[in-house]
């Protein structure tokens, strides 16, 4: 079956300004453009008089004056992270130190698990080791300003850490990079797990948000259907990749020669990442076998 998950790749460009996309939130959207951060990584004003800041966004000087100049007269009273990826959490410092607003939000960032040989020492580049915040936001936790009700939603999954963000104004759900219209999320141990990012997406589907604000890209409309699509494209990938594994395929390199015939070797290491996500999300739930723990290089047979 020829499953297929319909991204809207809407281009959300950075414009060097704050845009009103709501009546209360702005969006700013950072110079970082790339494979991995599509238009770059979009920060978000909520309030007016007083405001809070999701995701202050990458270190960079053009955003950095970008966003001092949306905040103009207005008092920042929270600076909220959703997780500690180099592209959102950093120049949440820097905001800090010109407003003297809180750093809510996620836990710092988790020490990497090994993988597998020779991988111990292999940690993810793309963490933010310097985020410190000064109060991790527990779930359900409501971060109050004039306008504005927010609630932590933890969404772990793409990072361990990763928060979303409910606005009740609105009915609306700052999602950062769990779920993001423009393409699925990266799900890669040692930072991110698949059981946790689809535990997440069945927290979302129990809620009523009708609007996604992502880190990255448009809004995600209808997000329901949308996160229902998400679920449904995972356990499709999960049962071909137990059918490799039933057909004697027991090695992930095997796996990913498999099921990305033809791939850029650069993009190698990210496919076996991800076909090892799903791998020892199945270990755990006991439908396919491994010796010990699920390791990168480990050998996998079902039954
Ligand atoms: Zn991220």
Excluded at 33 to 60: H, K, M, R, W
Excluded at 112 to 121: I, Q, S, V, Y
Excluded at 255 to 280: C, M
């Amino acid at each position: 079956m020829n499953e297929t998950l319909a991204f809207d790749r809407t281009l959300v460009e950075p414009e060097g300004r704050a845009i009103a996309v709501s009546s209360l939130v702005r969006r700013i959207v950072a110079p970082n453009g790339g494979p991995f951060t599509f238009t770059g990584t979009c920060t978000y004003l909520i309030g007016q008089s007083e405001l809070a800041v999701v995701d202050p966004g990458p270190e960079n000087d053009v955003h950095f004056d970008a966003l001092v100049d949306a905040i103009g007269a207005s008092t920042v009273s929270a600076i909220l992270v959703t997780h500690t990826h180099k592209d959102h959490s950093p120049l949440a410092r820097r905001l800090q130190a010109l407003t003297g607003a809180p750093i809510l939000g996620c836990a710092p960032h988790f020490a990497a698990r090994p993988l597998g040989e020779g991988e111990t020492n292999r940690l993810d580049a793309s963490a933010d080791r310097d985020y410190r915040p000064d109060r991790i936001l527990a779930a359900g936790e409501v971060i109050e300003g004039k306008g504005f009700t927010l609630e932590a939603v933890p969404t772990p999954g793409h990072t361990m850490n990763h928060l979303s963000f409910a606005l009740a104004e609105e009915n609306a759900l700052f999602s950062g990079d769990h779920v993001m219209a423009w393409s699925t999320s990266i799900v890669a141990p040692p930072d991110g797990s698949m059981g946790a990012y689809m535990a997440s997406l069945e927290v979302l589907m129990a809620r009523s948000e009708t609007v996604y604000w992502p880190g990255h890209g448009g809004p995600v409309m209808e997000p329901a259907r949308f996160v229902r699509g998400l679920l449904h494209h995972r356990r499709m990938r999960e049962a071909t990749i137990t059918e490799r594994v039933q057909a004697g395929d027991r090695f992930i390199p095997l796996i990913v020669e498999r099921l990305y015939s033809g791939l850029d070797p650069k993009l190698k290491r990210a496919a076996a990442l991800s076909v090892f996500a799903h791998l020892e999300d199945l270990v755990v739930r006991g439908l396919v076998q491994t010796a010990g723990e699920a390791r990168l290089d480990g050998e996998y047979w079902v039954g």
